[in-house]
């Protein structure tokens, strides 16, 4: 089994940073990808940033200059540096990670619980 579990959520002002993490943890061979998704009330679930094994990023429009995904490998854990916060921001946020449990395929998909982040105006 595979578990992905975040911290890091909040309640922050306007203009404020906030730091999320995700570490993965079980019976896993490779992480292909990890990223964060955000997810507000009455809308859609939504990509914010992506980053590959190999470390290229990408972003929301809406986030860039702003946000910053980055990864540590060894630890199978991605993380969100998350400033210039604004109310527009406030959603439940959730880690993803596109991995694979053995040697041969498939990519399999996994989700955390969700972290909230509320940003106050």
């Known amino acids: 089994q595979v578990q992905l579990v975040e911290s890091g959520g909040g309640l922050v002002q306007a203009g404020g940073s906030l730091r999320l993490s995700c570490a993965a943890s079980?019976?896993?061979?490779?992480?292909?990808?990890m990223g964060w998704y955000r997810q507000a009330p009455g809308k859609q679930r939504e990509l914010v940033a992506t980053i590959t094994s190999g470390g290229s990023t990408n972003y929301a429009d809406s986030v860039k200059s702003r946000f910053t995904i980055s990864r540590d490998n060894a630890k199978n854990t991605v993380y969100l540096e998350m400033n210039s916060l604004k109310p527009d921001d406030t959603a439940v946020y959730y880690c993803?990670?596109?991995?694979?449990?053995?040697?041969?395929?498939?990519?399999?998909?996994?989700w955390g619980q969700g972290t909230q982040v509320t940003v106050s105006s």
């Open positions: 993803n990670a596109r991995l694979r449990v053995a040697t041969y395929p498939p990519d399999l998909n996994y």
């Open positions: 079980g019976t896993i061979f490779t992480i292909n990808a």
